[in-house]
């Protein structure tokens, strides 16, 4: 089965400092996604990127995110000035392109923020 | 706002039983449906997607889908150990290329 690779699987930040979580999606997929979910909550969409720009952010997806594919390959969640609220597992998620694809998600990124 | 509603469990069935699993969505719009399954602190991997009214089975999963009253839900039949994990079900408003809205998950345990 294909496989998104996510990095770090764990990272542990003070308030207040930048963070980017990296994410290789499988070569051909052409939409890319980020969700996180808080612990004991459900899983929430950020943003879905495709073409080089966003499709589309939810309201959690505020000024202090942004996301690239800097290099072609690798698709980064940037959050510059991190709170605590911000603990939360980050799930990279990407789809072929065509109706009805199956979207995979990464092993995700666990982030803590103390 | 569109929603996914699920009861969260947890729901205990005993093992080879059949474990049924429900969900509702306030969005008409939506057009395709996930049941994704969560081990605790991993991420979701897909059991079944469903596009049509109806049933859909694979291997000892059905998925049943009615439009009519918004409702899915997820049959795992001779319910295993393995199958203990919390059960998302997810929709979205196209057939593919847009996000999921997930609902909150139920949680499962089969009983040995």
């Known amino acids: 089965e294909p496989e998104v690779t996510q990095t770090p699987s764990h990272q542990v930040t003070q308030m207040g400092q930048e963070v980017i979580l990296r994410c290789v999606p499988i070569?051909?997929?052409?939409?890319f996604y980020w969700y996180r979910q808080i612990l004991g909550q459900k899983v929430e969409f950020l943003v879905s990127?495709?073409?080089?720009?966003?499709?589309?952010k939810s309201e959690i997806f505020d000024d202090q995110f942004s996301v690239e594919r800097p290099d072609g390959s690798n698709f980064t969640l940037k959050i510059r000035s991190t709170k605590l609220e911000d603990s939360a597992m980050y799930f990279c998620?990407?789809?072929?392109?065509?109706?009805?694809?199956?979207?995979?998600f990464g092993e995700g990124s666990w982030l803590t923020v103390v | 706002q569109k929603e996914v509603e699920q009861n969260s469990g947890p729901l205990s069935v005993p093992e080879g039983a059949i474990a049924s699993l429900n969900c509702t969505y306030s969005?008409?719009?939506?057009?395709?449906f996930f049941w994704y399954r969560q081990y605790s602190g991993k991420s979701p991997e897909l059991i079944m997607s469903?596009?049509?009214?109806g049933d859909k089975e694979d291997g000892r999963f059905t998925a049943q889908l009615n439009k009519a009253s918004q409702y899915v839900s997820l049959l795992i039949r001779d319910s295993q150990p393995s199958d203990s994990a919390t059960y998302l079900c997810?929709?979205?408003?196209?057939?593919?290329?847009?996000?999921?809205?997930f609902g909150t998950g139920t949680r499962l345990t089969i009983i040995p």
């Open positions: 997810a929709a979205r408003s196209a057939f593919g290329n847009e996000k999921l809205t």
């Open positions: 070569s051909n997929h052409l939409y």
């Open positions: 990127f495709y073409n080089n720009e966003i499709s589309e």
């Open positions: 998620a990407c789809e072929a392109g065509t109706a009805g694809n199956t979207i995979y």
């Open positions: 969005d008409r719009g939506s057009q395709s």
């Open positions: 469903i596009y049509s009214n």
